[in-house]
């Protein structure tokens, strides 16, 4: 019987360390990781294009009903496309002089 209970117990522990181990995994990944705000700016210009490349497509897709929400969405991401690009000119402008 005791070496059911010890059994149990290596199993639990394992299953702990691999969620800490995972957990710390992410926590090093989103917090430590100092990235400069170009980095920061490019990656977002990427989610945003790819955010863009979908509600196109929702656009193109969308029912008759929803042809209004279809285009104020893209024209949401449009803009906010533009605005991180501006966003990344200013800042690309000030790190070269």
Known sequence: M?????????????????KLKSFFQLFTK???????????????????QRLLELKETNFIY???EYIDVAIME??????????TVRQLKELN???AI
């Open 2 to 18: 005791s070496k059911l209970i010890m059994i149990q117990e290596q199993k639990t522990t394992k299953k702990n360390n691999v």
């Open 30 to 48: 989103n917090k430590l990781i100092d990235e400069t705000p170009s980095q920061l700016l490019h990656n977002e210009l990427r989610s945003l």
């Open 62 to 64: 969308a029912e008759t």
């Open 74 to 83: 893209l024209e949401a991401i449009r803009t906010k496309y533009s605005i």
């Open 93 to 95: 402008a000030t790190n």
